[in-house]
C-alpha cells in the first residue's frame, strides 16, 4: 500500500469498527429488553387455583428466568449475533490497529529513505 492510501484505508477501518460497536449495543439493549421481559413475566405468574406468587424466592424466580430464557428464539438469536459481532469487532479492532503500524512503519521507511538521499547528494 501506498503512503498515501494509509489514511483513508485507516479512517475506513475506524468507521467500520465504529459501526459494529453501534450494532453491537443495539443488539445488547435488545437482550435485554428481553431479559426484563422475562424477569417481569416471572415475578408477575400467579398460581391459577390460589392466585399467589408461582414463584416464591429469589431462587426460584431466577431459575425460572433463565429456565425461560434457554427456550426464548429471540434471546437465543440475539445471544448469537452479540458473539458474531464481538468476534468481528475484534477482526476490526486487529485490522485497524495492523494500519497504524503499517502507516508508522511506512512512514519511518519513507523518512530514513528521505534522508538517506540528502546524505547522498
Avoid at 86 to 105: C, I, M, P, V, W
Amino acid at each position: 500500500m501506498k503512503l498515501h492510501e494509509f489514511p483513508q484505508e485507516i479512517e475506513s477501518a475506524a468507521l467500520a469498527l465504529h459501526e459494529t460497536g453501534e450494532q453491537l449495543q443495539s443488539v445488547r439493549e435488545q437482550i435485554g429488553r428481553i431479559e426484563i421481559q422475562v424477569k417481569a413475566d416471572v415475578i408477575a405468574a400467579k398460581d391459577e387455583s390460589t392466585g399467589k406468587a408461582l414463584y416464591s424466592n429469589d431462587t426460584a424466580r431466577e431459575i425460572a428466568t433463565g429456565q425461560r430464557l434457554e427456550q426464548s428464539a429471540p434471546y437465543a438469536e440475539g445471544r448469537e449475533r452479540e458473539r458474531q459481532l464481538e468476534k468481528t469487532k475484534a477482526e476490526q479492532t486487529a485490522r485497524l490497529e495492523r494500519l497504524r503500524r503499517e502507516f508508522q512503519l511506512a512512514l519511518i521507511d519513507y523518512e530514513a529513505e528521505r534522508l538517506g538521499r540528502r546524505h547522498a547528494a
